[in-house]
């Protein structure tokens, strides 16, 4: 598995938005962590360096559970977008902690509210960088 790599402007970002739902206690103090261990251990990179097999913020994202077959598609936005119906999912959950920052076909074990999980990144139908949307 590649070392992960994280746009510039999604570390300072996220690194913001953790330290805004901290002082709001609306961010698990685990998930934080993990967060920030993600982000501390990761490639940075300026938005156009970021390879178009990279998840990123508001990517689309196609993934399979290995454990049971099961497959998902969604977008990783930050907390104040997030719709679970719209297949939007904060960039604070588990999941989306669990996939940021690695490429398709990573295969990454995780521990999600269920437990302990094998997940597969398949596809990434849209990535902002790959589509030259450097801002989002």
């Known amino acids: 598995m590649s070392k992960l790599i994280i746009n510039e402007l999604d570390y300072t970002r996220i690194k913001r938005w953790i330290s805004d739902a ?6 698990n103090s685990n998930d934080a962590a993990k ?7 990761a490639k940075i990179v300026k ?5 178009a097999n990279v ?12 454990n049971n077959n099961n497959k998902t ?9 997030a719709n679970f119906k ?11 902690i669990a996939l940021i920052g ?4 990573d295969e990454i074990e ?20 790959a589509a030259g949307d450097y801002n989002l």
């Open 22 to 27: 901290k002082q709001h206690r609306s961010i």
């Open 35 to 41: 967060l920030l261990e993600e982000l501390e251990s």
């Open 47 to 51: 938005p156009e360096k970021v390879p």
């Open 55 to 66: 998840v990123t913020m508001n990517s689309i994202v196609k993934l399979s559970f290995l």
């Open 73 to 81: 598609q969604f977008q990783i936005v930050y907390p104040n977008q």
């Open 86 to 96: 719209e297949q939007k999912v904060s960039i604070f959950s588990p999941i989306a």
């Open 102 to 105: 690695y490429q398709v076909n």
């Open 110 to 129: 995780w521990v999600v509210p269920s437990g302990l999980t094998k997940i597969r990144i398949d596809e990434i139908v849209y990535q902002p960088e």
